[in-house]
C-alpha cells in the first residue's frame, strides 16, 4: 500500500472523529452544488459518469466476502451491502422522475424514506447481486434517455415535496451523477482502510 494510501486510511478513520472528519466520512466528495447553466461538455460527462456506474461498482464489490459486504463504511454507516442496495432504490426513483417530469406539467413527486428502505430486511440480507443486475439494466435504460433529450427536454422540472422546490431534470442528471459517485467514494474509502483495495 502505498504512503498516500496510508494517510488516507488514518485521516479518515481514526479511533474517536471530530466533527469535520465525521462529515468528511458522510461526504467524502463534498456535497452537490448545482451551478447553471451547463455546458454540454458538463452534461456529457455527467452521462458518462452514470454509463461508468454499473461496472465501477461491481468492480469494488464482487470480489468482496459476505463479511466485507456486511461490513459499515463509517461508525452508524449503512454497510456496503446496504449502499448497493440503496443505489438501485434511489436510481429507480431517478428514472422514475424522468419520466413523471417529461410526461406531466411540472408534477409533484413522491418522496421517499431512503433510511427506512435500507433498514428493511431485504436491504440488509439480499445479495448483492440482485441490485447490480437491476442497476445496470436501470442505467442502460437511463442513460439512453438522456443521451436523446433535447435542452428544452432537460429544462423541464418536477416539485420536490421536502420544501416544494422545483427541481430541473438538468438538475437532476448532475445530482445523480454525484450520487454514484459519492457512494463510490464510500465503499472506496472503507476498501482502502481496510487494506482490502490497493491504490
Known amino acids: 500500500m502505498s504512503i498516500s494510501c496510508v494517510i488516507l486510511s488514518y485521516s479518515l478513520y481514526i479511533g474517536i472523529m471530530d466533527e469535520r472528519s465525521l462529515e468528511q466520512l458522510k461526504y467524502p466528495i463534498g456535497h452537490f452544488v448545482y451551478t447553471h447553466p ?4 458538463i452534461l456529457s460527462d455527467w452521462i458518462s459518469e452514470l454509463e461508468a456506474l454499473p461496472t465501477r461498482l461491481e468492480d469494488l464489490v464482487l470480489p468482496l466476502t459476505e463479511e466485507q459486504l456486511n461490513t459499515p463504511y463509517r461508525p452508524e454507516g449503512w454497510t456496503v451491502r446496504q449502499v448497493v442496495h ?4 434511489s436510481h429507480h426513483n431517478c428514472y422514475t422522475r424522468f419520466k413523471w417530469a417529461l410526461t406531466e406539467d411540472r408534477p409533484l413527486i413522491k418522496a421517499y ?6 433498514n428493511l430486511f431485504d436491504a440488509q440480507v439480499a445479495p448483492i447481486g ?3 443486475d437491476y442497476i445496470r439494466a436501470l442505467h442502460v435504460k437511463l442513460v439512453y434517455l438522456l443521451k436523446g433529450l433535447s435542452k428544452k427536454e432537460l429544462d423541464r422540472t418536477y416539485i420536490h415535496p421536502d420544501g416544494n422546490v422545483e427541481v430541473s431534470l438538468m438538475e437532476t442528471v ?4 454525484w450520487h454514484g ?10 476498501l482502502h482502510q481496510r487494506g482490502w483495495l490497493f491504490c
Request: proline share 0%; aromatic share 6%.
Open 38 to 41: 451547463v455546458n454540454e461538455i
Open 86 to 89: 440503496h443505489i438501485a432504490d
Open 113 to 118: 424514506e431512503e433510511k427506512d428502505w435500507s
Open 130 to 132: 440482485i441490485s447490480l
Open 174 to 177: 448532475g445530482r445523480y451523477a
Open 181 to 190: 459517485n459519492h457512494h463510490l467514494a464510500h465503499i472506496e474509502g472503507l
